[in-house]
């Protein structure tokens, strides 16, 4: 079976404070996201990675970063975490057609 | 522009009883076209995918959908609900053959009474 791991359940972290949230995968997957979770608004993409050291913007980049260095590893970072930045956030790696989900982090930021 | 709507946020039926989540997609595109389910507290697991085959799609736990591009529909049906099932779905389309970019439905949440 595919498994995404994501470092942590739950983080709680101060306003301007630097954030790094892991994801790591054991199936050899070319493909990695990030996603956040809100109520009413679904899933919506962040950032994406096709490759080691490749990057796309997703829908919404604004205030995050990311980082590929290894297959296996795709971290987000928030820079200068803000309020409005407390969410869930899921990690997913996929093959074609479909993309297997991490358990998620679930974020605040006070 | 490409999109996904599910037409209930919330859905509620009794234990036993048929389940019938709906969702519409709007696109220029042949899509692929998935739902997804999420339990409280974990990540999301595939229940079954469309992408040009058969438009009636089986899936896991009991689930099917069927593709119905005359109605741009795929509509998630289970005929007996099961407690289990108590879940958050989401449908999701993928477009243009990018199926890296994934369109997520807002989400519906089904609970079953005993």
């Known amino acids: 079976d595919v498994k995404v791991t994501q470092s942590s359940r739950y983080l709680v972290k101060r306003t301007g404070e630097k954030v790094f949230l892991e994801c790591v995968q054991d199936m050899d997957h070319e493909n990695m996201f990030w996603y956040r979770q809100d109520p009413g608004l679904g899933l919506r993409l962040i950032y994406f990675?096709?490759?080691?050291?490749?990057?796309e913007k997703g829908d919404i980049p604004e205030g995050y970063s990311v980082s590929r260095e290894k297959k296996e590893r795709f971290s987000l970072i928030l820079e200068s975490a803000s309020t409005n930045q407390t969410s869930m956030y899921l990690c997913?790696?996929?093959?074609?057609?479909?993309?297997?989900f991490g358990p998620g982090t679930r974020l605040t930021v006070t | 522009a490409q999109s996904v709507t599910q037409l209930d946020s919330h859905v509620s039926v009794s234990e036993g009883t048929p389940v019938l989540l709906r969702c519409n997609y709007s696109s220029s595109y042949s899509p692929s076209l998935f739902w997804y389910v999420q339990h409280p507290n974990k990540g999301l697991q595939l229940l079954l995918k469309y992408t040009s085959a058969a438009t009636l799609v089986k899936g896991i736990n009991g689930f099917e959908a069927e593709f119905k591009k005359s109605e741009t529909s795929f509509h998630l049906t289970k005929p007996s609900a099961h407690m289990s099932d108590a879940a958050e779905y989401f449908c999701?389309?993928?477009?243009?053959?990018?199926?890296?970019?994934?369109?997520f439905g807002a989400g519906t949440r089904l609970a079953v009474h005993p």
């Open positions: 999701v389309g993928a477009f243009s053959g990018g199926y890296n970019k994934l369109i």
């Open positions: 990675s096709y490759d080691v050291k490749m990057k």
């Open positions: 997913a790696s996929s093959l074609p057609y479909e993309q297997y």
